[in-house]
T-cell receptor, first 110, second 116 residues
């Protein structure tokens, strides 16, 4: 059973649209959730963290968490070509480590 | 803005050789981590380190791997006898506080290890 699941994509959206990225996790005791952006050949870059049910907004990014459904999502408003990257969902399971999903590749076309 | 640094950016080694990957975590951070990412695959946890001890390690982190904080700034990952399957990008990460969980981890740029 995969611990953190993401659709590998690619998810293609036009410039200016909203991109919606989804992630599910299997461990009910997971406490903390993170979204990282990874450009090809580069390291993961932290975008958002979320710890409580509901929405958390930071600029063009909104993270949403539903612990009952074991679901976390990332919305990117006004998508730009520079947002084209792989978005990694990561879950803290309480064992001093982050567990990553395989990532969703986002393509934003001009 | 403080950042995690790693050296070298690329290491090529022959199978069976020892390699040491170096990291300088963000200065006020107390938790340190190593992850790896095989090309085209997901980021995988290797080990976490706090207060000069390993806190957690994965099944990947076998006896061929070791970590050390030899001084107040460096954090190293040693692979004693490299295998072809050790070829990957190795990322160091650090987080600020020891409470775990809610602390955000910041990643270094990575070292690409190629074993031939």
């Amino acid at each position: 059973q995969k611990e953190v699941e993401q659709n590998s994509g690619p998810l293609s959206v036009p410039e200016g649209a909203i991109a919606s990225l989804n992630c599910t996790y299997s461990d009910r005791v997971s406490q903390s959730f993170f979204w990282y952006r990874q450009y090809s050949g580069k390291s993961p870059e932290l975008i958002m963290s979320i710890y409580s049910n509901g929405d958390k907004e930071d600029g063009r990014f909104t993270a949403q968490l539903n612990k009952a459904s074991q679901y976390v999502s990332l919305l990117i408003r006004d998508s730009q070509p520079s947002d084209s990257a792989t978005y990694l969902c990561a879950v803290w399971t309480g064992f001093q480590k982050l567990v990553f999903g395989t990532g969703t590749r986002l393509l934003v076309s001009p | 803005e403080p950042e995690v640094t790693q050296t070298p950016s690329h290491q090529v080694t022959q199978m069976g050789q020892e390699v040491i990957l170096r990291c300088v975590p963000i200065s006020n951070h107390l938790y340190f981590y190593w992850y790896r990412q095989i090309l085209g695959q997901k980021v995988e946890f290797l080990v976490s380190f706090y207060n000069n001890e390993i806190s957690e390690k994965s099944e990947i982190f076998d006896d061929q791997f070791s970590v050390e904080r030899p001084d107040g700034s460096n954090f190293t990952l040693k692979i004693r006898s490299t295998k072809l399957e050790d070829s990957a990008m190795y990322f160091c990460a650090s987080s600020p506080l020891p409470s775990g969980g809610a602390e955000e981890q910041y990643f270094g740029p990575g070292t690409r290890l190629t074993v031939t």
